[in-house]
C-alpha cells in the first residue's frame, strides 16, 4: 500500500511560479512511475507531468511543456512539480498518482492516488 499525500496548493497571480510536493509513505519497493495529474471543473484529468523512479525518464505533457518541471527527490521518493509563468487556464485541482500498470498517461493506469491540492491562478 502506498499513500500519497499532495501540498502546496494555494492562489497564485498569472505569470508567477509556484511549486507543489507530493510525500510518498507505504510499501514504496513497487514504485516504478510516479505522474502529476490536474483536473479543471467540467474537465477530464490530465496528465502534465511523469515521472520514473530513479529519474531516470521524465516527461512533460504538451499543455505545459516549456513551463512546467517535475523533479523527484531519490531518497525518499518526494515528489515534485515546479510551475512557471502560470497561466489562468492552469487553475484546477492537481493529483499525484504513483505505480503505474500500463499508459504512463492514463488515469486508469495508476493505482494510487493523493487527495489532490488546488491550485487556482488569478489575473
Known amino acids: 500500500q502506498v499513500h500519497l499525500v499532495e501540498s502546496g496548493g494555494g492562489e497564485v497571480q498569472a505569470g508567477g511560479y509556484h511549486s507543489l510536493s507530493c510525500v510518498v509513505s507505504g510499501s514504496t519497493s513497487g514504485l516504478n512511475y510516479m505522474a502529476w495529474f490536474r483536473q479543471a471543473p467540467g474537465k477530464e484529468r490530465e496528465g502534465i507531468a511523469v515521472i520514473g523512479t530513479g529519474g531516470a525518464y521524465s516527461a512533460i505533457g504538451d499543455s505545459v511543456k516549456d513551463r512546467f518541471t517535475i523533479y523527484q527527490d531519490n531518497t525518499d521518493y518526494t515528489t515534485y512539480l515546479h510551475m512557471n509563468n502560470l497561466k489562468i487556464e492552469d487553475t484546477a485541482m492537481y493529483f499525484c498518482?504513483?505505480?503505474?500498470?500500463?499508459?504512463?498517461?492514463?488515469?486508469?493506469?495508476?493505482?494510487?492516488w493523493g487527495q489532490g491540492t488546488q491550485v487556482t491562478v488569478s489575473s
Open positions: 498518482a504513483a505505480v503505474s500498470n500500463g499508459d504512463v498517461w492514463s488515469v486508469h493506469s495508476y493505482r494510487y
